[in-house]
């Protein structure tokens, strides 16, 4: 993929080979943005942010700042997301990805498992779910995946998510194969 990267300096002075790694790994997943320039910058206020200019041109560099310190990958997809949500009011894509940030969160968690290493910050998600989200993630994406599908004859796709994702909350846990070193009697 052709992604123009540059970092600001604040961003220089705080990045780490792990962001960067992470950086690389996420962007990877957007292949949207290939031959797009986008700058990278550091936030102390938020997680991240998307900045999109007024007036795009061809040449326009989109921004995203992200908070190193405790940088997710879900923040960076979700930052990304924001980013092909302008593109795509602007009719440069193909796949139209709504406006907002439940829309994003979906849309973000949906688009590949490596974003749901952290618990969406917008999606409503019992109390259960966000505290054990490791245990709840798959599940949760398949019900993104789900909701995107829904979208296309439901409205209240959002409405729908939530009261799922409330629903799989209420039934028991499949326990997972513990994948840890088998003993053996000796």
């Not at 123009?4 to 949207?32: C, D, G, I, N, Y």
């Not at 499949?174 to 003993?183: E, F, G, I, V």
Request: with cysteine; net charge positive; proline share 5%.
């Amino acid at each position: 993929m052709d992604i123009s990267v540059v970092f600001t300096a604040h961003m220089k002075r705080r990045l780490t080979r792990r962001a960067l790694v992470m950086l690389e790994l996420a962007l990877r997943q957007f292949p949207e943005l290939d031959g797009k320039g986008i700058t990278i910058g550091h936030t102390k206020v938020h997680l991240g942010s998307a900045v999109l200019p007024r007036y795009p041109t061809p040449e326009s560099k989109l921004t995203i700042r992200l908070k190193v310190r405790k940088l997710t990958y879900n923040t960076i997809g979700h930052e990304l997301t924001h980013l092909l949500q302008g593109l795509s009011r602007q009719s440069a894509l193909t796949t139209r990805i709504p406006a907002g940030e439940k829309q994003c969160d979906v849309w973000t968690i949906a688009r590949s498992g490596l974003f749901c290493d952290d618990a969406p910050g917008y999606l409503r998600l019992p109390r259960v779910v966000r505290e054990k989200w490791p245990e709840y993630a798959l599940s949760v994406r398949s019900l993104c995946i789900a909701a995107i599908e829904k979208r296309r004859t439901y409205r209240l796709y959002l409405r729908w998510l939530e009261a799922e994702i409330k629903q799989l909350a209420r039934r028991p846990l499949k326990k997972a194969r513990d994948a840890t070193q088998l003993s053996l009697p000796i």
